[in-house]
């Protein structure tokens, strides 16, 4: 492993001694990428150096060689306490963790995580509540290609009572439409699924369709569904192991 560094001054007034700050960067290059750490050592010239030093930042890239692979998070919370949920993406050729904040919005969590492409990727999720009490975690390790990737399920255990989370993350995202609707028994209702990639640009590909619950409504190959029972039941659209769900009622 190789090491840069890169040496700037600067001048400044602490109180009545002069102050010279030294800030250090240091590039650790390893085959698997560059990472950067910068410090700032100060020295009081009136009183001789003081020893402290303050970690400023600590960054990484990876080679853009190796690709990267773009996951979307997604989650419903609503029926829980949390409001924040932690991605921590580590591996033998990580030397610095990958953390990500996955926003929350109307009971979701939803957005995109970047990992650098390879095998025994580990990714460990994290999720708290209003007041930071850990509330939920989980994790998994599995390998990342460059591009699109293939959907993984991680299960979220409760550690304070509330019901288990499940988070997906994958290369896409279904919307199926219409979301919630109602028709009589022995009817019928088309429904459509719309793919969008890690980037939120439309995509087509082959669809598979399933019912939760089949003595209450059954589903085609098309998507077109038919009510075979009085309820209401989930109709589930899948594609590369993404799926999208719609509320189906029947009444009499």
Not at 44 to 62: M, Q
Not at 83 to 99: G, K, R, S, Y
Request: overall charge neutral.
């Amino acid at each position: 492993m190789a090491v840069r560094q890169a040496v700037r001054r600067a001048w400044g007034v602490h109180g009545l001694a002069g102050t010279e700050r030294e800030i250090v960067d240091l590039t650790f290059v390893a085959p698997g990428g560059a990472f950067s750490m910068i410090w700032t050592p100060l020295r009081f010239r009136n009183f001789g150096l003081v020893a402290v030093s303050l970690l400023v930042a600590c960054t990484g890239s990876v080679d853009p060689g190796r690709g990267q692979g773009r996951l979307t998070v997604r989650a419903d919370v609503s029926a829980s306490a949390v409001a924040t949920l932690v991605a921590e993406i580590t591996a033998p050729d990580i030397p610095t963790p990958l953390i990500f904040n996955i926003p929350i919005s109307g009971g979701v969590a939803a957005g995109t995580i970047t990992i650098p492409a390879g095998s025994d990727r580990t990714v460990t999720l994290r999720a708290y509540d209003a007041g930071g009490t850990l509330t939920h975690s989980g994790s998994a390790t599995f390998t990342i290609q460059a591009g699109a990737n293939t959907a993984v399920a991680i299960t979220l255990t409760p550690l304070t009572g509330d019901q288990p989370i499940v988070v997906t993350l994958g290369s896409f995202t279904i919307t199926v439409t219409p979301a919630s609707p109602t028709v009589a028994k022995g009817g019928t209702v088309q429904f459509a699924a719309t793919i969008t990639d890690w980037n939120g640009n439309p995509t087509t590909g082959t669809i598979a369709w399933a019912t939760l619950d089949p003595s209450i409504a059954t589903v085609d190959a098309t998507g077109l569904a038919t009510g075979v029972g009085v309820g209401s039941t989930k109709i589930a659209a899948t594609y590369h192991g993404a799926t999208g769900t719609a509320t189906v009622g029947i009444t009499p």
